[in-house]
């Protein structure tokens, strides 16, 4: 395992000497050992840079926050070769992902269900497809309380890697190109600074980084606070009253009353339960809120509870960090610490990994000195405007359970309506729902946003594609994800790229020569793939000449061969040397944050603190 170096210099803060411990110039400090933290040291393991994590807990998390991780991140993974390892860890490909609406689970049937294949019926639909609208990864179920000890323990057999767990970040400070970061060994009760180039803070909600930068968090919480309990059952007769189901969500009439989880499909679940106003999470027992959450608020429906493995409440908030970076462009937000919304369409981590993805091969280029200070300003520029539109659109899918709640109550309590009525009150939820169902499965906020930079090359000609939430709409428009299609002898295409950057060349092998002798003049990593014969994977592709990046994204994209200089300039420009007049420019509205998101009311800002009411030990 590599270890950092530490150097024989003194600090005299506050009247105490504390030994200040030197990183090597290619090693990253990241702060927190969570998913984004432990997925930013793979990445950069990945490109060959070194990284120490430290984290202020002494293990793993115990909360099952995330339970899926989805069709893009799944891709991320697959570049890593982790995408096969990580579904050993989950719930197996036969299990579908139905999600259930019901009043509760007395009653001999849900209201209405949202379908979601499994991931082997998931598989076949992408094969039968291949118009590139589809990813090339179905998603996974898992907990993260396991993605993240799986994880761990794939980053503790990196040699790249080092971790350090029990270790709190205090705070951090830019001197020139040098980050100093004050930390406390938990176990020793001694403080320390450390030294490195760069600093990644994937510390979590309540990031102390971003306090410490007084980096302004603009949001706010939902009305309602929730009650998590995970717990181990294996009374599947009672908990399948309605059949299999990964998600059900619960309606009272007039009220979103709570949600359960199959975790593994065996005996791990999880419910949140939307605590009624007024109401002291300490006066309810655990197993009282499992059954108040599958009954009713007064109609409990027991199960047998085997352990209560952990609980605690939390307010769920979608709030966004102004800036991703200090003002030297040394310390990074990932994760939380930039942007947090709401549960539902399980945006949180994925999104958090996109970051870690987005930020590591980034930070590894940079590293290795062939990229211009450009690429890493990119990482906000891209990452911010995703992060608004997607935790929006987690306070939309939030809404639609409100929503559901208040047709539910319409008439008022089902229990006083004649049969008919009843039905009608129903038929009406059943064609909400089913009118509104891109909670997990809204592509096009997984998979078709488009970066907006200035190291992308803006393509002159056409316009980009038409982004809706709900598909992904294939297109190699410079920022968007390149489509993934199977070549004819059934090659996916996404398995052809190159480490780094990957030029795919449809025409003739003199038409990528120009770009090719620019990438090694100027010292880019550039795979050519030449596929002269591939017609229809050129009709999906839309151009004779793309260049992709290592995040999958496209960089440059056109028809004929560029020029000596030319070529020259569009790599230049994709590594972020240069900024020319037909790079894609930032968005204007970058930094620009609503008056409102759906779910919560006004927005308001904490700069030096970060507290909200009812928060548990969940979000600390």
Same mark, same amino acid.
């Given at each position: 395992?590599?270890?950092?170096?530490?150097?024989?210099?003194?600090?005299?803060?506050?009247?105490?000497? @504390?030994?200040?411990?030197? +990183?090597?110039?290619?090693?990253?400090?990241?702060?927190?050992?969570?998913?984004?933290?432990?997925?930013?040291?793979?990445?950069?393991?990945?490109?060959?840079?070194?990284?120490?994590?430290?984290?202020?807990?002494?293990?793993?998390?115990?909360?099952?926050?995330?339970?899926?991780?989805? &069709? =893009?991140?799944?891709?991320?993974?697959?570049?890593?070769?982790?995408?096969?390892e990580l579904r050993k860890q989950g719930v197996p490909p036969e299990f579908p992902a139905s999600v259930k609406i019901s009043k509760t689970l007395h009653e001999p049937e849900a209201i209405t269900e949202w379908p979601i294949p499994s991931v082997n019926e998931y598989r076949k639909i992408i094969a039968a497809s291949?118009?590139?609208?589809?990813?090339?990864?179905?998603?996974?179920?898992?907990?993260?309380? /396991?993605?993240?000890?799986?994880?761990?323990?794939?980053?503790?057999?990196?040699?790249?890697?080092?971790?350090?767990?029990?270790?709190?970040?205090?705070?951090?400070?830019?001197?020139?190109?040098?980050?100093?970061?004050?930390?406390? #060994?938990?176990?020793?009760?001694?403080?320390?600074?450390?030294?490195?180039?760069?600093?990644?803070?994937?510390?979590?909600?309540?990031?102390?980084?971003?306090?410490?930068?007084?980096?302004?968090?603009?949001?706010?919480?939902?009305?309602?606070?929730?009650?998590?309990?995970? *717990?181990?059952?294996?009374?599947?007769?009672?908990?399948?009253?309605?059949?299999?189901?990964?998600?059900?969500? *619960?309606?009272?009439?007039?009220?979103?009353?709570?949600?359960?989880?199959? @975790?593994?499909?065996?005996?791990?679940?999880?419910?949140?339960?939307?605590?009624?106003?007024?109401?002291?999470?300490?006066?309810?027992?655990?197993?009282?809120?499992?059954?108040?959450?599958?009954?009713?608020?007064?109609?409990?429906?027991? /199960?047998?509870?085997?352990?209560?493995?952990?609980?605690?409440?939390?307010?769920?908030?979608?709030?966004?960090?102004?800036?991703?970076?200090?003002?030297?462009? =040394?310390?990074?937000?990932?994760?939380? &610490?930039?942007?947090?919304?709401?549960?539902?369409?399980?945006?949180?981590? #994925?999104?958090?990994?996109?970051?870690?993805?987005?930020?590591?091969?980034?930070?590894?280029?940079?590293?290795?000195?062939?990229?211009?200070?450009? +690429?890493?300003?990119?990482?906000?520029?891209?990452?911010?405007?995703?992060?608004?539109?997607?935790?929006?659109?987690?306070?939309?899918?939030?809404?639609?359970? &409100?929503?559901?709640?208040?047709?539910?109550? &319409?008439?008022?309590?089902?229990?006083?309506?004649?049969?008919?009525?009843? @039905?009608?009150?129903?038929?009406?939820?059943?064609?909400?729902?089913?009118?509104?169902?891109?909670?997990?499965?809204?592509?096009? /906020?997984?998979?078709?946003?488009?970066?907006?930079?200035?190291?992308?090359?803006?393509?002159?000609?056409?316009?980009?594609?038409?982004?809706?939430?709900?598909?992904?709409?294939?297109?190699?428009?410079?920022?968007?994800?390149?489509?993934?299609?199977?070549?004819?002898?059934?090659?996916?295409?996404?398995?052809? *790229?190159?480490?780094?950057?990957?030029?795919? #060349?449809?025409?003739?092998?003199?038409?990528?020569?120009?770009?090719?002798?620019?990438?090694?003049?100027?010292?880019?990593?550039?795979?050519?793939?030449?596929?002269?014969?591939?017609?229809?994977?050129?009709?999906?592709?839309?151009?004779?000449?793309?260049?992709?990046?290592?995040?999958?994204?496209?960089?440059?994209?056109?028809?004929?061969?560029?020029?000596?200089?030319?070529?020259t300039n569009i790599l230049r420009t994709i590594t972020g040397h240069v900024e020319p007049k037909n790079a894609l420019e930032n968005g204007a509205n970058n930094k620009v944050v609503p008056k409102i998101f759906s779910s919560v009311g006004a927005t308001f800002t904490q700069s030096t603190e970060y507290e909200l009411?009812?928060?548990?030990?969940?979000?600390?």
């Open positions: 395992m590599g270890t950092a170096t530490v150097s024989q210099e003194n600090n005299h803060a506050n009247g105490l000497e @504390q030994r200040i411990e030197t +990183l090597e110039d290619d090693r990253i400090l990241i702060a927190g050992g969570g998913p984004v933290g432990l997925v930013l040291a793979k990445v950069l393991s990945f490109y060959g840079v070194k990284s120490l994590i430290l984290e202020r807990n002494p293990t793993t998390t115990r909360w099952p926050k995330m339970d899926i991780t989805n &069709a =893009r991140s799944m891709e991320l993974f697959r570049k890593l070769g982790l995408a096969d291949n118009d590139g609208s589809l990813p090339i990864e179905p998603y996974q179920r898992l907990s993260q309380a /396991i993605f993240e000890a799986w994880l761990k323990g794939v980053c503790d057999k990196d040699p790249l890697i080092e971790s350090r767990f029990g270790w709190k970040v205090e705070s951090a400070e830019e001197h020139g190109d040098t980050v100093l970061t004050t930390v406390t #060994n938990l176990a020793e009760d001694r403080k320390s600074i450390i030294s490195s180039k760069f600093l990644a803070g994937c510390d979590g909600a309540s990031s102390r980084l971003r306090r410490g930068l007084q980096i302004p968090l603009d949001g706010g919480p939902v009305p309602f606070h929730t009650l998590l309990i995970h *717990f181990k059952s294996r009374d599947l007769s009672r908990l399948h009253k309605h059949g299999l189901f990964w998600h059900i969500f *619960f309606l009272n009439e007039g009220h979103f009353r709570g949600a359960i989880i199959a @975790q593994d499909e065996v005996d791990t679940w999880t419910t949140h339960f939307h605590l009624p106003p007024g109401l002291d999470h300490s006066t309810v027992d655990s197993r009282d809120a499992v059954y108040q959450v599958l009954g009713g608020v007064g109609t409990p429906y027991p /199960i047998e509870i085997d352990e209560v493995l952990v609980r605690s409440t939390y307010r769920p908030s979608i709030a966004i960090a102004r800036s991703y970076s200090s003002p030297t462009g =040394r310390i990074f937000l990932a994760g939380d &610490a930039a942007h947090q919304n709401i549960p539902t369409g399980g945006y949180g981590m #994925n999104m958090g990994l996109g970051d870690a993805f987005d930020l590591g091969w980034k930070l590894a280029a940079t590293v290795r000195q062939w990229a211009g200070p450009g +690429l890493l300003s990119a990482y906000e520029e891209e990452r911010r405007p995703i992060a608004l539109t997607s935790i929006e659109r987690s306070g939309v899918h939030n809404a639609v359970h &409100a929503k559901g709640a208040e047709l539910l109550g &319409a008439r008022g309590p089902l229990s006083e309506l004649d049969k008919a009525s009843k @039905q009608a009150v129903r038929d009406t939820v059943h064609q909400h729902y089913q009118a509104h169902d891109g909670e997990n499965k809204d592509l096009g /906020i997984e998979m078709g946003q488009l970066y907006r930079s200035s190291v992308l090359m803006a393509d002159e000609n056409g316009q980009p594609p038409e982004w809706v939430p709900s598909r992904y709409t294939p297109s190699t428009w410079p920022g968007s994800r390149a489509p993934h299609v199977f070549l004819e002898d059934g090659t996916p295409i996404f398995d052809l *790229f190159g480490m780094w950057y990957t030029l795919v #060349n449809f025409s003739d092998s003199a038409a990528s020569q120009s770009l090719a002798d620019a990438a090694a003049a100027c010292q880019v990593p550039l795979k050519v793939v030449h596929l002269e014969d591939e017609d229809y994977a050129r009709q999906v592709w839309e151009k004779d000449l793309v260049i992709v990046r290592p995040d999958g994204h496209v960089a440059w994209r056109g028809d004929t061969a560029p020029g000596q200089d030319d070529a009411e009812h928060m548990g030990d969940l979000q600390r």
